[in-house]
């Protein structure tokens, strides 16, 4: 088993074991699907790697339940913001 699963501070940086248990397996079925790592691992276990990407804050889920990066902000909503200031 992998250690850093035996400790509450991977399950409280997520918000508890059923949204730990969410991200990991939304993210393995990304990697498995072709995704790429988010970090460096000397490993080729999806597991560690999934690990390693939460414990250096790479990904989290977001208020609906889906993964997020960091790299990829949760779409706000409305209109893209326009500069409307150089036009006459």
Excluded: W, Y
Excluded at 20 to 33: D, E, F, P
Excluded at 45 to 69: A, C, M, P, W, Y
């Amino acid at each position: 088993m992998i250690d850093e699963l035996r400790e509450e501070a991977i399950v409280n940086k997520v918000g508890g074991r059923f949204k730990l248990s969410t991200l990991i397996q939304k993210r393995l079925v990304a990697l498995n699907a072709g995704s790429r790592p988010l970090v460096t691992a000397a490993t080729e276990d999806k597991l560690e790697i999934v690990i390693q990407e939460i414990l250096q804050d790479k990904i989290f889920l977001d208020t609906s339940g889906n993964v997020r990066t960091v790299a990829q902000p949760e779409e706000a909503g409305g209109p893209p913001e326009l500069d409307l200031t150089d036009l006459q």
